[in-house]
């Protein structure tokens, strides 16, 4: 018994290592893309309060756009994983090929959303100057557009054959380009054109750019994507690969997409709190997107690893992984839940001189870290689901427990709606968590009947 039990207790340590040497620099280069726009806000600020607010606002209209192609070429990751682990160098090279193609397609769509925006902008009512940076920043950030598409499939590439190392590299050298780049373009520095905040725009399209070079530098030089000869052959479009992709993709890109929307409804949802609570809800939800990116790296890595071994038809050992990485999620977001409960107010004080938004932003860090588990949970079970290539029905508890649930529940406990007492942004967050710890028993309810339906064709 005994043997047994150290047995397996060395599997689990061998895989724990394994998706933290995988998730380590997935977390830094996320944080390091996070870094981007946290730079080009604040740099913008010190140039104007009018660029600050042009740039904040047109970040809005490019995260989800940039988040919707994150999403989609996802699936690419999944299926390199899987004929990764299956040695099938000819369908990664077809899934690396069919992919650009998408890249190709779904770019150009990009450019013209955000160069026709000014209509949604108008809709905010803004200034007319303000109104005209913001336009102009995002028309800037759309030339950037076709190379980050390009590199998100050389992303999906390396990360799928689980080599996240080298993406971490060009995400840092990325970050680092940009703060220079940014100073060149708003203040008009080296013979640039002084452009202010638009300056922001142009400086992170350049950035993306690099991005893509530095990605076909890496699949030339390195042995292991050199050997595939991805461009040996001209690219012409294989249907049925082509048609997986997109059936894979867009249910997780428009998952991303609910979940950044949902964020964006719920501020205007608690507008007429007043800018305090504004103020403190922002707070809690700035403390939460930066503890997300930890969750969303070992989810990531699940995703990576349990592709690979489900590749390889090692049913048993993908399920080993994904068990591990819930097991790393579960120990960091309760880790996570004493830290911010324990220092909600210091954390506070880091953004805010205010004591009444102190104080409010304290009161919701108590509710942004009770939702560290349900998010983390429910984070881990779509990636685990997402190596099963399993995407549309999560897609349907996503949009369910967000909308159905987190929104209209929120609404009606911040309000006081339908007879009960009104708790103003507490309600929203006790909505939030309500949903997401719903979304997280049926994902995890998903991942058993899809794992258990998997081994069962596998042994038979």
Known sequence: MN??????????????????TLSAPILIGQLAITGMGATDTIMAGNYSATDLAAI??????????LLFLVGFFTATTSLIAHAFGA?????????????????????????????????????????????????????????GLPGGAAFLVMRSLSEGMGKTRPVMLIQLITFATNIPLNYMFIYGRWGAPE?????????????????????????????????LQLFSDRISLQAAVFKRICALGVPIAFTFLAEVILFSIIALIIAPLGTVVIAGHQIALSVSALT?????????????????????????????????????????????????LWLKADVAGLYSNNDSVIGIASSLLVFA?????????????????RAYQDTRIPLLV???????????????????????????????????????????????????????????????
């Open 3 to 20: 043997k047994v039990r150290n047995s397996s207790l060395r599997a689990y340590r061998h895989e724990a290592s394994k998706l933290l």
């Open 56 to 65: 904040a606002i047109g970040q809005s209209f490019w995260l989800p756009t």
């Open 87 to 143: 040695n099938n160098t000819s369908t990664i090279k077809a899934l690396f090929g069919q992919s650009l193609l998408w890249a190709a397609i779904l770019s150009p769509l990009g450019i013209v959303l955000l160069n026709n925006a000014s209509p949604l902008i108008a809709l905010l009512k803004l200034e007319p100057e303000l109104s005209q940076i913001c336009a102009d920043y995002l028309t800037a950030l759309s030339y």
């Open 195 to 227: 452009l202010g905040g638009v300056g922001c725009g142009y400086a992170s399209a350049i950035a993306l750019w690099l991005q893509c070079l530095l990605g076909l530098l890496l699949i030339n030089k390195l042995s292991i994507f050199r050997s």
């Open 292 to 340: 997300f990116m930890i969750p969303l790296s070992v989810g990531i890595a699940t995703t990576i690893s349990a592709g690979q071994q489900l590749g390889a038809q090692r049913q048993a050992q993908a399920n080993l992984v994904c068990r591990t990485g819930l097991g790393l999620i579960l120990i960091t977001s309760s880790t996570m839940m004493l830290i911010i």
């Open 369 to 385: 870290a009770i939702y560290q588990i349900p998010d983390a949970v429910q984070i881990c079970m779509a990636s685990a689901l």
């Open 398 to 460: 996503v949009l369910f427990a967000y909308w159905a649930i987190s929104v209209p529940l929120g609404w009606a406990l911040s309000f006081g709606k339908f007879g009960l007492t009104p708790l103003g942004a507490k309600g929203m967050w006790i909505g939030l968590v309500c949903g997401l710890s719903l979304a997280a028993l049926m994902l995890g309810w998903r991942y058993i009947i899809i794992s258990r339906r998997a081994m069962t064709a596998h042994q038979s």
